[in-house]
């Protein structure tokens, strides 16, 4: 924990009114995982990227059992702010545990599920998208680093069972139909 807190006071110091304006930003892209929800719905629904909408739909889905239903409840840590009340945290508190941090896991979970889908071009640029939110959630002091980190593998590890599933739904389908797809 004091690793933690060495890292986020350590950044506190690269505060300044325009990173706060530019942090407050990029992590407000990732709050309640609407814009990947909103990227994945239109994806899904123009033909040439249709994969890629039900890839990254079903990794945000797991993502979000995972994360918010089941390890920031097991887990059940504090957040950063709620044990050294000294910061001034910018954006509105968050109300739910710390571990793992859900913006980043749902990031990590759409920039993974383009890499898997074939987009490899777009997973890059999503993925510095995905470490931005996340390094977002520390300077902002509503996350310990060890929350981005697994909230990162939490996204990937959904997005790597996405695929499994989906590999597997479409394995089984094309037995039932005869090897036509």
Known sequence: MSFDFTILDNLQRLRSPVMDNIMCFITHLADKGILF?????????????????????VALLI?????????????????PFEINSAVDVLISKPHDYS?????????FAAAMALYL??????????????????FSRMYLYVHFPT??????VTGILSAVLA???IR???????IHHGGKK
């Open 37 to 57: 929800i909103a990227l994945a719905v239109v994806l899904y629904y123009m033909p040439k990227t249709r994969k890629t909408g039900k890839y990254m739909a």
């Open 168 to 174: 597997k739904l479409d394995c089984k389908k094309r």
């Open 99 to 107: 571990f793992p941090s859900g913006h980043t896991s749902a990031s």
């Open 147 to 152: 929350d981005v980190l697994g909230g990162a």
């Open 163 to 165: 695929d499994f599933a």
């Open 117 to 134: 889908s074939g987009r490899k071009k777009c997973a890059i640029p999503a993925f510095a998208l995905a470490s931005l939110i996340g």
């Open 63 to 79: 993502s979000v059992l995972l994360c918010n239903l089941v390890l920031k409840n097991a887990v059940a840590r504090l957040r």
